[in-house]
């Protein structure tokens, strides 16, 4: 069948207002209709990443700011539940998996653990929009002393020889299907006993370095792990899956904005990247930025 040429321009050209409309110049008028207010759990990256969606909300009129909900998703879901919230930056597979109670229904393949994630959201009024290419995963990592002393490169080589290892790392990695519950599920090894919560990054990458543990979960688009010279243990078994950022919203928010609001959030998540955050947390955690400096960079490289 012949292509009309004339639509396909037209509809190039429909493309790029439209993007214009979601991306381009700051200031636009006031739109009206509700705050929207950000959720940032107490990690660096969702600092940043709050910012970055009030940003580029602000850019574009939107009322917009970010409120700290504490680093637990019963936290988050909460404030939605009250109102103190309706937009919250998340991770696809993590999100579905906490709220279908570990049934291993997330997968590899960000689109379809997305429509999924929806299935469960739909009964709590929140819709998650279209997934970002960035992905943020709990990495498993050693130093390289312990990697050469017992022979450990994968989660496999871990179950087999690392059972007595001291874990750390973020209090919800007890019930993360993806952290202490995944291990055992897919590799056989239980290290409840020796798990120790700390906060992400720093503090686990400091603990780990001193040895009050020997095996810490820092997430994979941290800087720590190159910059420290961790082993990154290989999930040779797929335990991990589609954790890509994803942005949550209330069903009554994108009721209030309509298409414009979730045209302008697919734009960001369509320029986010896990090598972008990966950059935005070194200067987060390693060089002790603050997120909305970072944030505002982002924004200014890409068009906000």
Do not use: H
């Not at 874990?167 to 519950?181: A, H, K, R, S, V």
Request: glycine share 10%; charged share 20%.
């Amino acid at each position: 069948m012949r292509t009309n040429r004339s639509r396909v321009i037209g509809a190039g050209l429909l493309a790029l207002a439209m993007l214009a409309t979601a991306c381009g110049d700051s200031g636009g008028d006031a739109k009206d209709g509700p705050e929207i207010v950000i959720a940032a759990q107490d990690f660096g990256e969702s600092e940043i990443l709050a910012e970055i969606y009030k940003g580029a909300l602000t850019s574009q009129g939107y009322n917009a700011r970010v409120q700290r909900v504490g680093g637990f998703r019963d936290l988050e879901l909460a404030a939605f539940d009250s109102g103190d919230i309706n937009l919250a930056p998340e991770y696809a597979a993590s999100m579905l998996e906490y709220l279908n109670e570990g049934k291993g229904e997330a997968s590899g393949d960000a689109t379809a653990t997305t429509g999924l994630l929806n299935d469960y959201l739909e009964a709590l009024g929140l819709v998650a929009l279209t997934p970002s290419g960035a992905v943020d995963t709990n990495a498993f990592v050693i130093t390289a002393a312990t990697a050469e002393s017992l022979g450990i490169q994968s989660l496999s080589d871990l179950a087999e020889k690392g059972a007595d290892l001291k874990l750390g790392g973020p209090p919800d990695c007890e019930t993360n299907p993806f952290c202490i519950p995944g291990l055992l599920r897919v590799y056989g090894l239980d290290l409840s006993a020796n798990f120790t919560p700390l906060q992400a990054g720093i503090p686990t990458a400091d603990a780990l370095d001193q040895g009050a543990i020997d095996v810490g979960i820092i997430f994979s688009t941290s800087a720590l792990i190159a910059d420290r010279g961790y082993v990154l243990l290989e999930d040779d078994k797929n335990m991990l899956a589609a954790d890509n950022v994803v942005p949550v919203v209330t069903q009554e928010l994108l009721d209030a904005y309509g298409d414009e609001l979730k045209a302008l959030l697919d734009a960001v998540s369509s320029q986010l990247t896990t090598a972008a955050l990966t950059e935005m947390n070194k200067r987060f955690d390693i060089d002790n930025e603050n997120a909305d400096d970072i944030a505002a960079d982002w924004l200014a490289a890409n068009g906000y």
